[in-house]
């Protein structure tokens, strides 16, 4: 998919993540998929990007509590149901440090970590390691187009050429997954978000 613009009799109507898009990477960028859960068959158009260096870039990862978590309780309730987390790999709980996520499903994520009350609502994100909260990746562009990570036969596909945008304004609530305060402060002097 790309970024359709249709005329109307009041001006031109873009695509609801891209309020205004002023600049993008001249020829794209190649966005990793070797860090995604089986079930993943695509990346959606406003996800977050980092810069890996290399030419390759890497999709940041982020979930949502549904629920609020709660003292010594490892199983949270999490959206959206598509998201690209693996076990194995850290997550910062705000209220706590970064733990090892143990098990995962659709709606629900079990990390082994003792942490404090946790407000729902509240964005975690892939941290760098355990009982730290630094994030993996910092934000330095956002996804353009909607991208194919698996084949037909669901064969995850080679290193994928998309869109990237560095330097406009995205309407936050059509984004795909969540942005943390941290992620839009790296995008803070390119990347409006209203």
């Known amino acids: 998919m790309s970024l359709q613009v249709t005329k109307t ?7 609801p993540v891209f309020l205004k898009i002023l600049e993008d990477i001249p020829g794209g960028v190649t966005v990793k998929t070797d860090r995604f859960p089986t079930n993943t068959k695509e990346i959606k158009k406003g996800a977050l990007l980092n810069d890996g260096g290399s030419g390759l870039y890497n999709v940041i990862k982020t979930v949502r509590l549904t629920a609020p978590g709660v003292t010594n309780t490892t199983i949270l309730a999490i ?14 709980l705000q209220g706590a440090t970064a733990g090892t996520i143990a098990r995962l499903s ?3 994520i079990a990390v082994e970590v003792v942490h404090n009350a946790i407000a729902s609502g509240a964005v975690l994100y892939e941290a760098a390691a355990v009982d730290t909260a630094t994030a993996l990746y910092a934000a330095s562009c956002i996804l353009r187009d909607t991208i194919e990570v698996r084949d037909d036969e669901g064969n995850l596909l080679d290193n994928l050429f998309a869109g990237a945008v560095v330097r406009g304004t995205v309407d936050e609530s ?11 402060t790296d995008l803070t002097d390119r990347i409006r978000f209203a």
């Open 106 to 108: 659709a709606t629900a």
């Open 9 to 15: 009799d009041e001006g031109a109507v873009y695509d």
């Open 79 to 92: 959206e959206p149901t598509d998201h690209l987390f693996k076990v194995g790999e850290n997550i910062f």
């Open 174 to 184: 059509e984004l795909p997954y969540f942005v943390t305060t941290q992620h839009k």
